[in-house]
């Protein structure tokens, strides 16, 4: 029962790891924490699902769909909410946020209802792998978020955007002054992030069956720990936050009570923290 | 017409004048040097100049162009580089990776290239090193050995070299050096001196401010005075050593003082 389990919280943590880098993204650039992630998150579930179930696309579509909303919402948050509030401090900004995920939250049970919505299922059968039975649709969700993440890898290791992305997050104002658009950076910054959001929200929607508005909260809050876990402003430590609390949940579903699973998830995080303050591959703060 | 043009430029922060209707030119080539007392408002022209901060009233003209309505990064496309008075490195990024952002503007990379890679991506990122090498070979052994490490990990000298460098990549018509030799030995400053003729020759025009009187003398072609934000002097190095009122404002005080 092990092998399996271990499977479930792989490819759970890398949903995880999807919502926990969109925090690591805003974070390392903006130096901002946003609640309104989860909320995202919901939002390109939602989308992916009516893709699926009011217009029967295939579920690549959806993705592409859910991924898409996602980007343009994240966009608009960055430039609606923050923007105008760039030099008011780090306070302002968090309520906004937290405000901003009530609001979204409150607008999906306004316009589609707090109650699950289906999402059909797809590739419901397994396949054998060296002995062990594999659903095909945790091997497709396994593929899509390393795909991702090396699409992000792509996008921000050795380039031009990358390197902009970090300038604006160590020193804006010298970013600014060297010719880099820091306002244009924090759009993409946020529209990436929500983006990566959405891919997890559509994929956890098919994985679960369901999508509902308050399905962000939850995610949320994994992806924020897995993101703090992880070390706040490292990818590849939020990536390895994200698998290990999937795993470490699911390994509790299995051996003690899937009522348990939280408690053990954020207990294995609290004893990592205490040890580690850091996180996991975070690098010390030094007091200057 | 001159390479930059400063318009009667005034500055108010509330109902403190910043700077008062100050006016002068410089021209393309030309070094020029900007001192006055603390507080009389030279950072606070650079940082008009540089887009960080909105002119009350005047104008401010760079080869024609007006920069009283543009941003920072539009500033810098037009070729104007600066440094600022305090360090403002990226700490968590190598030496190398100082240079590649300043040759931000000249590269085309975006969001979609960055993932599809066409060749001329890996093209763009070896030009972009081999013209940041080449603009650090100008420090000599200061900068070259480190190219791999975190700018955090470099001496308070070659945090300022460093600055300099990154300017000095992004291939500026015009620099704008706010202190460069601040905290330096007498040693290092002789260093900053031979550099900054080293610049010139690249035909790049500079606007310094600097406090070393012995660096200020020994490169500036023309030097303007500022106190208490009006200009009260502009000449040539031994004019405004001579200066009766250059010496009341500038040195008086401070001898006064002590």
């Known amino acids: 029962m092990l092998i399996p389990q271990l499977i479930n919280g792989l490819t759970q943590g890398s949903l995880y790891a999807l919502i926990a880098i969109g925090f690591v993204i ?78 979204l939250k409150d607008l999906a049970v306004v316009l589609f209802g707090a109650e699950n919505r289906p999402v059909p299922s797809i590739y419901e059968q397994t396949v054998r792998l060296a002995g062990v039975q594999v659903s095909v649709l945790q091997l497709v969700i396994l593929g899509l978020a390393g795909s991702l993440f090396l699409v992000l890898r792509l996008l921000i290791q050795g380039t031009k955007i990358g390197r902009a992305m970090r300038a604006t997050a160590q020193d804006h104002e010298a970013a600014y002054a060297m010719g880099v658009n820091v306002n244009r950076v924090f759009s993409i910054a946020f529209a990436l992030a929500s983006c990566l ?53 699911n390994l509790t579903v299995q051996f003690l009570a899937s009522g348990y699973r939280d408690v053990v998830a954020f207990l294995v995080m609290v004893i990592v923290l205490v040890l580690r303050p850091q996180g996991l591959l975070g690098r010390k703060l030094r007091t200057v | 017409m001159s390479l930059l043009e400063i318009q009667s430029v005034s500055v108010s922060f509330g109902g403190l004048m910043a700077l008062k209707r100050v006016s002068f030119a410089l021209e393309e080539g030309e070094i020029v040097g900007l001192i006055g007392p603390n507080g009389a408002g030279k950072t606070t022209l650079f940082n008009c100049l540089s887009a960080f901060q909105p002119v009350s009233e005047g104008h401010l003209r760079y080869s024609g162009v007006a920069l009283e309505t543009l941003s920072p990064h539009q500033v810098a496309a037009l070729g104007v580089a600066r440094t600022f008075q305090t360090s403002r490195i990226f700490r968590r990024m190598t030496v190398l990776e100082h240079l590649l952002v300043g040759r931000h503007l000249h590269q085309r990379t975006d969001l979609w290239a960055a ?115 009006e200009k009260i002097a502009e000449g040539l190095p031994e004019e405004i050593r001579r200066n009766e009122e250059v010496l009341r404002a500038y040195m008086g005080r401070r001898y006064g003082r002590a």
């Open chain 2, 115 to 229: 993932i599809a890679r066409p060749a001329w991506v890996a093209r763009e990122e070896a030009e972009a090193r081999e013209c940041g090498l080449r603009t650090l070979a100008l420090f000599e052994d200061r900068l070259l050995p480190r190219l791999h490490d975190f700018a955090e990990t470099l001496s308070y000298a070659n945090r300022r070299r460093l600055e300099i460098a990154r300017a000095l990549a992004s291939e500026p018509r015009l620099l704008l050096l706010d202190e460069p030799t601040a905290g330096m030995n007498p040693h290092e400053s002789a260093g900053i001196v031979q550099l900054i003729k080293k610049i010139r020759h690249l035909g790049i025009s500079i606007l310094l401010i600097e406090h070393d009187m012995k660096v200020i003398m020994g490169v500036s072609d023309r030097i303007v005075v500022l106190d208490h934000g």
């Open chain 1, 197 to 249: 959001g959405g891919a997890a929200g559509v994929m956890i929607g098919i994985y679960y069956n369901a999508v509902y508005p308050t399905m962000g909260g939850t995610a949320g809050l994994k992806g924020f720990a897995a993101c703090i876990f992880g070390g706040l402003t490292s990818i590849p430590g939020a990536i390895l936050g994200g698998i290990i609390i999937g795993v470490v949940e």
């Open chain 1, 26 to 103: 805003i974070f390392g650039t903006m130096n901002l924490v946003t609640f309104a992630h989860g909320e995202v998150y919901m939002a390109g579930a939602f989308v992916g699902a009516f893709a699926m179930t009011l217009w029967h696309l295939p579920w690549f579509v959806a993705l592409v769909m859910g991924m898409a909303a996602a980007w343009v919402l994240g966009f608009l948050i960055e430039k609606v909410a923050f923007r105008p509030l760039r030099t008011a401090g780090h306070m302002p900004p968090l309520l906004i946020t937290i405000g901003l995920s009530i609001i």
